[in-house]
């Protein structure tokens, strides 16, 4: 079964950390470019950070440059993103994508918060 599942969100203190995974299955995961998205209730949801096959391309949201790094691990068949420095306007429901084949995971709630 074709399928992306996220977990590792959580709620968070401003200032706090938090690393989310996303664990794909039934594609061929080291020749699929990756993304994070984020959505807020009420509004669209929006790319947060990319990462081509092999990793070494990277892009970010200005909002998500030099706090949050996505990675990944091919023989794992996992997608990470690590969040620092978490703000209160991070909190939102963060997806997995696959872009090329429309593939979306079930989310991941994060809520930063004191």
């Known amino acids: 079964q074709v399928e992306l599942v996220e977990s590792g969100g959580g709620t968070v203190q401003p200032g706090g950390s938090l690393r989310l995974s996303c664990a794909a299955f039934g594609f061929t995961f080291d020749i699929a470019h990756m993304s994070w998205y984020r959505q807020v209730p009420g509004k669209e949801r929006e790319l947060v950070a990319f990462?081509?096959?092999?990793?070494?391309?990277?892009d970010y949201a200005e909002s998500a440059k030099g706090r949050f790094t996505i990675s990944r691990d091919n023989a794992k068949m996992t997608l990470y993103l690590q969040m620092n420095r978490l703000k209160p306007e991070d909190t939102a429901v963060y997806y997995c994508?696959?872009?090329?084949?429309?593939?979306w995971g079930q989310g991941t709630q994060v809520t930063v918060s004191s």
């Open positions: 994508n696959v872009p090329a084949m429309h593939l």
């Open positions: 990462i081509d096959e092999t990793g070494d391309r990277t």
